[in-house]
């Protein structure tokens, strides 16, 4: 329980479409075109094209340029360097640990603190960097799994069930739903890591994400497009692609594939079934239950705010553990990066 | 426990029925006994621990969880075993060392009382891990509901040991889990189970769709297709039972047809309900829909029973006196049959009467003139064959009255599931409320999804997708601008449906590309084939 006296905020407003600083007219991951935005990464749910001004990390800037092509003024962020928003207002980035370039901000005013965590996760994620404990008054955080069914497992045998589903078919191929941004990379990488070296194939939404994750230095093996190829090459191969992939006219290029699909919702039964998935793996980019409740721990804010996911349960456990806690109502942000 | 939880988790993923079959059947094959008879008897339904049931779990888990948080957990995950075995407070990932087999899981349910259940169920969950827990709990409350039917499961057995899945069929009846005589005869040539002593279920003999086939009336007889639904009676050791197609027990839907067979015999017939309001030609069975009134009930009301009573139409007799008579010829088998119609309780049985034909030509004529609502088409047996479970090529035809046809147009379409889940192949139908050049709407007449070949399918998918003016989730909405000819057997008045209509077994006779959508039928045309 933290004893600090409470402050009042008022300088920060959430609002249904981001949360506003008002000394400094600055919105925090904007779902509206504004002035000046800050923005934790570059998940469409968060980074939206068409503002005046953007504050990011080089790699999310890098992301949205790919994405809705150059912004107005893009001012690039340096981890854990303070800057100046003017109005008595100072801004700091620190890794997220969520995809490449993902952060928290730090936002300081009249010597109050409050982080913004956009989406995060603690476990080890060789596409970007770990995600860093800030302490602060105010923690504002995501709750997109924020229910104590969720509890991710370790990658590592999510990866044994993709490579034995592989094994399984020499005369098929396994197709992963994953999505662009983030997911495909990790899953990419972690095959890598567990020993796989083959060429991996990828359905045209994902190439371009894949060359900016090289380029920005996230080595990714031998990448292979599977667009314009017969279906007896695809035989015994792993193809990545979007999850709406999946069950689309796309598919049918796809010698006898096992459809697999790598989100944190891969965890409960009915939401696989749903989407006429045959092997999931849990997979997942942001905070499991267990990770949520001991970031609170770890942080040990006097106020938490949760933005977007299930935050009844959330509030439920800090009430539970004598923490103040209060959900902010925000919209359009979606499971873009589940 | 770990190999079975492997074959829950891999049957819950897997839609093929083949590739669920090829699962169980290596499973059986595999694992020793008598743990595959327990995984066997989970699969069939047949396994039931009164001391486990879904609240037992919900208060096992309000003890460990904050009730608000399991609340919330079981709306998210709609099933009560799951969100146990997700919210179950364990190290996740760690592999458990101590995991119990599925024999000893079940000795260990069998000794829980409601006493007991809530200290012992906990500690066989702490031996689990989440995917063992789920397993467990499905097992342990006889719901697997894994898209795997009795039926699958026996017939992945017969495949499993490659025996024949009637004989199978036959024995299943007379066996308790963990079915170890089964096993012995199915995997080690033992000798089968008993059969003597209980009702068992023989697998029905089956026909062929007759299509193009000619036949001589010197081979075959010929009698009617009656449209009820095929029964089996079995009485043996004073007990009587009524088995459906499936081989399930219908006793209790039907109560006054297993009282009505005293002396030990198995008879085959079509089960119907006596009709007040339509002679027909043999007299007093209702239409099928009326029928309908008394199947998939447990229980039937006095009012039931005396309004739609049943009765059954027989053909054909398989045991009587204990003196198996399969192997006999039809026409034998026919003579014992009519022999019997003494013993039997008129109100209650009737012999389906064969049609006097003196060739095919004349027995075609005869079939063109069936007025009977309760004539489904006619039967053609071989008069020499044995009775034989299954569809035997050559022995026994049916030949369904002709298909009744309309010209529908095509309105929404959904996306398949399985195999067909990339493309559009559920189909919705309308026909026009009047005259469509004077402003009539069409209204949804049915739904069809078979009937087109594949590459039709291909050419209906690609039309949803240039044609759609709405999507509604996996629903798409077509300009309607094509005509399907659509075959059905019959169609009934439906308060369910707008039109009023609805129509059995209908599907996708032909694509009328021909055909503009206003000159499709109208409600009034496909009303006046209502034969109710
Ligand atoms: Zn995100
Ligand atoms: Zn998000």
């Known amino acids: 329980m933290n004893t600090r006296a409470l402050p009042d905020f008022s300088w920060l407003s959430p609002d249904p479409h981001g949360i506003f600083v008002a000394p400094c007219n600055a919105w925090i991951d904007p779902s509206k075109p504004v002035e000046t935005a800050l923005v934790t990464h570059g998940h469409a749910d968060h980074a939206r094209g068409g503002h005046a001004r953007v ?193 689309d006219r796309w598919s049918r290029r796809l010698p006898d594939p096992v459809t697999a699909m790598a989100s944190g919702w891969m965890r409960v039964r009915q939401r696989a079934r749903q989407r006429n998935v045959e092997l999931p793996l849990v997979i997942s980019d942001h905070c499991d239950w267990d990770e949520l409740t001991q970031t609170i721990r770890d942080v040990d804010p006097a106020e938490t705010w949760v933005t977007h996911g299930r935050e009844e349960a959330l509030l439920r456990w800090c009430q539970l553990n004598q923490r103040r806690a209060r959900a902010l109502a925000m919209v359009g942000y979606e499971d873009e990066d589940d | 426990m770990r190999a079975f939880a492997t074959l829950v988790d891999r049957l819950t993923y897997t839609r093929s029925r083949n590739a669920k079959l090829d699962l169980i059947a290596e499973y059986l094959r595999t694992t020793p006994d008598p743990d595959r008879g327990w995984a066997l008897a989970a699969l069939t339904g047949a396994l039931d621990f009164p001391a486990v049931k879904s609240g037992t779990i919900r208060n096992l888990l309000t003890e460990r969880v904050d009730p608000v948080l399991y609340t919330l957990s079981r709306d998210y995950v709609g099933d009560t075993a799951e969100t146990a075995s997700l919210l179950w407070p364990a190290p996740e990932g760690e592999t458990p060392t ?78 308790d889990p963990p079915y170890p005589t089964l096993f012995a005869w199915a995997a080690d040539g033992a000798d089968p189970p008993r059969t003597d002593l ?133 026409a034998q088998r026919r003579e014992h049959l009519e022999l019997l119609m003494d013993r039997l309780d008129p109100e209650r049985f009737d012999l389906s009467r064969l049609i006097e034909a003196d060739n095919f030509a004349d027995l075609a004529a005869i079939r063109e003139g069936a007025r009977d609502d309760a004539i489904e088409g006619v039967m053609l047996k071989r008069r020499d064959a044995p009775y034989i479970a299954g569809r035997k090529v050559g022995l026994w035809y049916k030949w369904k009255r002709d298909p009744l046809l309309i010209d529908c147009v095509l309105m929404y379409a959904q996306r398949g599931s399985g195999k067909r889940s990339s493309f559009y192949s559920d189909f919705t139908f309308g026909c026009w409320d009047g005259d469509p050049d004077a402003g009539a709407e069409l209204l949804p007449v049915g739904k069809a999804y078979f009937g087109f070949t594949d590459d039709e399918l291909k050419w209906l998918d690609r039309h949803v997708r ?67």
């Open chain 2, 198 to 330: 209980v009702p068992l279920f023989r697998p029905f003999m089956l026909a062929h769709p007759l299509e193009d086939t000619v036949v001589s009336m010197d081979d075959y007889a010929a009698e009617w297709k009656w449209d009820g639904i095929r029964v089996q009676l079995v009485h043996v050791n004073g007990e009587t039972r009524v088995y459906s197609r499936s081989g399930d027990d219908i006793s209790a839907t039907f109560p006054e047809m297993a009282e009505a067979l005293d002396f030990p015999a198995v008879l085959d017939g079509e089960l119907l309900v006596r009709g007040t309001h339509q002679g027909g030609e043999q007299g007093g069975a209702a239409s099928f829909n009326a029928l309908q009134q008394r199947l998939g009930r447990k229980t039937v009301s006095k009012k039931m029973l005396r309004e739609a009573p049943a009765f059954v139409r027989l053909y054909d007799v398989l045991l009587r006196d204990g003196e198996d008579l399969r192997e006999l010829g039809w």
């Open chain 1, 55 to 247: 504050f990011a990390t080089r790699e999310t800037l890098a992301i949205m340029n790919l994405r809705y092509g150059a912004a107005g003024d893009e001012i690039a962020v340096p981890l854990r360097e303070p800057v100046e928003l003017g109005g008595g207002v100072t801004a700091t980035y620190f890794p997220a640990g969520h995809v490449l370039g993902s952060a928290q901000i730090l936002l300081e005013h009249g010597g109050e603190r409050v982080v913004v965590t956009g989406d995060y996760k603690r476990r080890p994620d060789p596409t970007c960097e770990p995600f860093e404990v800030v302490p602060c008054d105010v923690f504002i955080t995501e709750a997109t799994f924020g229910l104590p069914v969720f509890r991710h497992p370790p990658i590592a045998g999510e990866m044994r069930k993709l490579l034995y589903a592989r094994e399984q078919r020499p005369d098929g191929c396994v197709a992963v739903g994953a999505y662009a941004l983030g997911k495909a990379q990790r899953v990419i990488c972690e095959l890598r890591r567990a020993g796989y070296h083959e060429p991996i194939y990828l359905h045209g939404a994902l190439e371009k994400m894949c060359g900016l994750y090289e380029e920005l230095g996230v080595p990714l093996g031998a990448l292979r497009s599977a667009t314009g190829i017969g279906k007896d090459e695809l035989k015994g191969q792993i193809v990545l692609c979007p999850p709406s992939a999946l069950n």
């Open chain 2, 98 to 175: 101590d995991e119990p087999g599925l024999s000893e899981v079940v000795d260990l349910l069998r000794a829980m009382t409601r006493g007991s259940v809530m200290t012992e169920l906990p500690k066989l969950l702490d031996r689990l891990d989440a995917n063992g827990r789920y397993a467990l709990l499905k097992f342990a409350t006889g719901a697997m509901r894994i898209g795997v039917s009795a039926r699958l499961a026996r017939v992945a057995f017969a495949q499993a040991f490659d025996v024949p899945v009637d004989a199978v069929e036959e024995y299943w009846h007379g066996v």
């Open chain 2, 466 to 532: 240039q044609n759609t003016v709405n999507r509604f989730g996996p629903v798409r909405e077509t300009d309607k601008s094509l005509v399907l000819e659509v075959a059905f057997d019959s169609v009934h008045e439906s308060k369910r449906h707008k039109s009023g209509l609805a129509m059995r077994f209908p599907r996708i006779n032909r694509i009328r590309q021909d055909k503009p959508a206003h000159e499709a039928d109208r409600i009034d045309a496909l009303k006046a084939l209502v034969r109710d």
